[in-house]
Structure formats: structure tokens, C-alpha cells
T-cell receptor, first 113, second 114 residues
């Protein structure tokens, strides 16, 4: 059962452009939605996270938009840079289970210089 | 802070052999997770421990897989006997399941079963 659906599978963006990755979840009990960034040969690392009490969270060039009624959330990378080229995973969890995260399938982002 | 430490980084073994993966979580973290990453199935949670006690092992594929956490600073994931379909990257992660919900991953063990 895929509880978090992520799209697209891969994305190519020009330097300076906006990268957008989308996720949809099914379980309305989820209340913590992080995005992880993974470089080749490394483990995933937390990039930014949001709770459902806000509709948007911004940290530098990275923004999460959250739509609770649609059960969707997205990652926007503004002014995309070649160094942003990585695999991005959305995830979700029920907070009272600690950090038992369910991950999306991942999006491979390539930023062309 | 040395982060989550996994060993070995790479493991190549033959089908039928026993494989043991090791993990040292971040000091002070009380939750530990084993994930498996493959192209086909993405990141899958295998098992997680809270305060050294296994809480949920529903993701463990079959009886060939076992995990232990004898103390707060060490965990193992064992596969016996190993099979080619076990080839994957295995990640260990740790966190403090409180207000800070960051989950820190190790660099993973690339396992190849021939």
C-alpha cells in the first residue's frame, strides 16, 4: 500500500529556474511532512518540514506548500542551482509514533548549468 | 558530533552466507531505524527500536532477517542466509522522538549478494 505518492519521477530544470515536486498522501492521521535530500553515496538528510497547521513554510530558496483538504504538499526550489541536483523524497508520519516515516518514491532532480 | 555510523560501507557476499550490518546511533538518541533502499521499492522501513526495544518489525521481509539493539549505542541487522534479492543499500537512522523530530541517517551499507 503506497501511502505517499510522489511525482515526477525525474525532473530537469535550467539553472535559475523553479523546481516543483509534488506529493499526495492518503492517511489523514499523518501530521508531519518532511522533505529529504539525498546525494549519491549518502544517506537522506532533512531539508525542510511542515505541520498541517500552516499552509506554507519557507527556508531560504526552499518552500513547502501544504493543502490539507486535498491531502497534497509540494516542494518548490527557487533559483535552482546545479548543487541542488540530488534525489528528493517527501515523507509523512503520525507524530505520536515517533519518527516512523513513510517515504515517497523519490524524484531525481538535475539542474542544468 | 560524528553522526550515525554504519559499517561496513560496502559488503559483497555469496548467496547463502550470513551478513551482519552494524550501526552506532547518535549519542542521546533513543529511537533507531533500519531502512532498505532499492530502485524498485524506494526507501522501506524494516524495523525500529525505541529505548532499545523493538517497536515495529512489520517491515522485516522474512525470517531470514533479524535485528538487535543490545544497548543504546549499538544495533545490528543480520541476514541469514543471504539471497541475491537482498542486494540493496541499508540505512540506519536515529532520532530523539520528542519535540525535535529530525531523523538522521547514516551513509548506508551497500550490500551485494552474488
Amino acid at each position: 500500500q503506497q501511502q505517499v505518492k510522489q511525482s515526477p519521477q525525474s525532473l530537469i530544470v535550467q539553472k535559475g529556474g523553479i523546481s516543483i515536486i509534488n506529493c499526495a498522501y492518503e492517511n489523514t492521521a499523518f501530521d508531519y511532512f518532511p522533505w529529504y535530500q539525498q546525494f549519491p553515496g549518502k544517506g537522506p538528510a532533512l531539508l525542510i518540514a511542515i505541520r498541517p497547521d500552516v499552509s506554507e513554510k519557507k527556508e531560504g530558496r526552499f518552500t513547502i506548500s501544504f493543502n490539507k483538504s486535498a491531502k497534497q504538499f509540494s516542494l518548490h526550489i527557487m533559483d535552482s542551482q546545479p548543487g541542488d541536483s540530488a534525489t528528493y523524497f517527501c515523507a509523512a508520519s503520525k507524530r505520536w509514533y515517533g519518527n516512523k516515516l513513510v517515504f515517497g518514491a523519490g524524484t531525481i532532480l538535475r539542474v542544468k548549468s | 558530533d560524528a553522526g550515525v555510523i554504519q559499517s561496513p560501507r560496502h559488503e559483497v557476499t555469496e548467496m547463502g552466507q550470513e551478513v551482519t550490518l552494524r550501526c552506532k546511533p547518535i549519542s542521546g538518541h533513543n529511537s533507531l531505524f533500519w531502512y532498505r533502499q532499492t530502485m524498485m521499492r524506494g526507501l522501506e522501513l524494516l524495523i525500529y527500536f525505541n529505548n532499545n526495544v523493538p517497536i515495529d518489525d512489520s517491515g522485516m521481509p522474512e525470517d531470514r532477517f533479524s535485528a538487535k539493539m543490545p544497548n543504546a549505542s549499538f544495533s545490528t541487522l543480520k541476514i541469514q542466509p543471504s539471497e541475491p534479492r537482498d542486494s540493496a543499500v541499508y540505512f540506519c537512522a536515529s532520532s530523539f522522538a520528542g519535540l525535535n523530530e529530525k531523523l538522521f541517517f547514516g551513509s548506508g551499507t551497500q550490500l551485494s549478494v552474488l
